[in-house]
């Protein structure tokens, strides 16, 4: 395996996570509907939150990845939700499927030999896919461990 090949395999072995940790479907599989808006005594976040921050902080990275017309959500607000509880079970499960379907397009981006990983993305300001999939890894990563915690907080891990 050349080193391009085995650098692909690695970054997408870190984007869909579970090596070290537990990955994302792990932390949310089964995530019990009235715990999903609960917030434990001295935590700032519940699981909608932390759900909702990943989904809109790795949608923003793919679409800047992708896109030069992407205009990012404004900082802080726009990258947590309004509120701390889903509206309904449909709203948890509409994240959740938009998760997944960002990260399975970061991967093919990463995956596909056309994408030169190492090039500078032309509109942004040095940034490169390599850069942009290890952010999305380190990001998902950090507040999966903070999805867990909270699962565990509340006693459903």
Same mark, same amino acid.
């Given at each position: 395996? @050349? #080193?391009d090949a085995a650098l692909r395999e690695h970054l997408l &072995? *870190? *984007?869909k996570g579970g090596n070290a940790h537990a990955g994302f479907e792990k932390a949310v599989k089964d995530f019990p509907a009235e715990l999903r808006g609960k917030r +434990? $005594?001295?935590a700032e976040h519940s699981a909608w939150d932390v759900l909702e921050h990943l989904r809109?902080?790795?949608w923003d990275i793919l679409e800047f990845s992708r896109s030069p017309a992407h205009? &990012? +959500?404004e900082w802080p607000?726009?990258?947590w939700p309004k509120a701390h509880a889903p509206a309904d079970e449909k709203a948890w499960d509409k994240s959740v499927r938009a998760f997944r $379907? @960002? *990260?399975k397009a970061m991967c093919d981006l990463v995956a596909n030999e056309g994408t030169d990983l190492f090039a500078r993305i032309p509109h942004g300001e040095g940034q490169t896919i390599l850069r942009e999939a290890l952010l999305v890894a @380190?990001? #998902?990563a950090y507040h999966l461990g903070e999805m867990i915690l909270l699962r565990r907080l509340l006693g459903a891990w």
């Open positions: 395996m @050349d #080193n &072995s *870190l *984007l +434990p $005594r001295g809109i902080a790795q205009k &990012s +959500p607000g726009g990258y $379907r @960002d *990260l @380190d990001h #998902n």
